[in-house]
């Protein structure tokens, strides 16, 4: 048993899962980047946040790191 | 109440834009996924970790794993992710000011309470259900078995939970000008709950019975009518903690 084995044994549940967390990062990377400025820390770490912890590094992003406009 | 209308639809436009939504919706979608996915690799997770050495029959996932797994998700994660959305909601508005105008206009107090309040408990009721329709789906495809037989009874709790833990929130996020408040007084009362349940006498009557005792619930092993008295516990203090934040918001200059 081998890792690809056990992800093309599951795809409908992995495919639904991967579209969603590529939508949630690329909408919180598109947020990121329209706005000059951010809460907390600075565009550098949020965009590694939401590259690499995923998916709550995007969701951190959206309630700590985005500025209210 | 067409005040209360009018800042309802004020609400949902503001949880558009900040976000909210499209926080909600992707995490109970993915939390809707997680649970059967995970019941169902865990065999295979466990066979991979323990290399071919071990000869021993590991037993096959049941409904009941995914249900566990959909419920610990819920109950550990999910509703502390909802107050943490919840959480600013008063704060914020009285810190920015925007509430100033409409209340001068002539918008009565209890109309922000009470639209911030059924817009929050609908859209918990909303990400909770969705999670839930998307665990179901996949549990009865993948684990066709009578491992749980009340599906359907089990999550009632949980959504009834919400009229109280969103109320708390709203206490929390209306009495402390911070936008963290919310989410800190709501984890708090959380826990107080959870020591609580230690006192064998008043576990029938503890709220927390909505979101721990599913599992039981959804397996048959619970009856419905032992949480009853949780359940009528939980609809009173939300009553009363709604009655609460209004008379505090009243008094609360902006």
Redesign the interface.
Known sequence: MHNSELFFNNLPLFVPLMFLELGLLIAALISLYRRQTVRHGNRLIWTLAIVFIQPFGAIAYFIFGREVD | MSAILTFWHKEWLAAWR??HI??LA??F??FG??A??MA??MP?LM??ALGDQFSIKLPQSTSSDSWQQFYKNTSQIGIF?LA??FSGTVS?EVS?GTLVNLITKGLPRYAVIIAKYLAAVVQWVVAIGVSFIITWG?TAYYFPDDKSPHVWLAIWPVLLFGLFFVAVVLLGSTVVNSNYAGFLVAALVFASLALLNYVKAVKRWNPIALVTDNLDLVRGTEKITHILPACGVTVAAALVILGVTIWTFNQKRL
Do not use: H
Request: no cysteine; proline share 4%; hydrophobic share 55%.
């Open positions: 900040n976000y499209l926080i992707v995490i979608v993915i996924i997680e059967p996915l169902k690799l295979d066979k991979l992710l943490l959305v914020q920015s996949y």
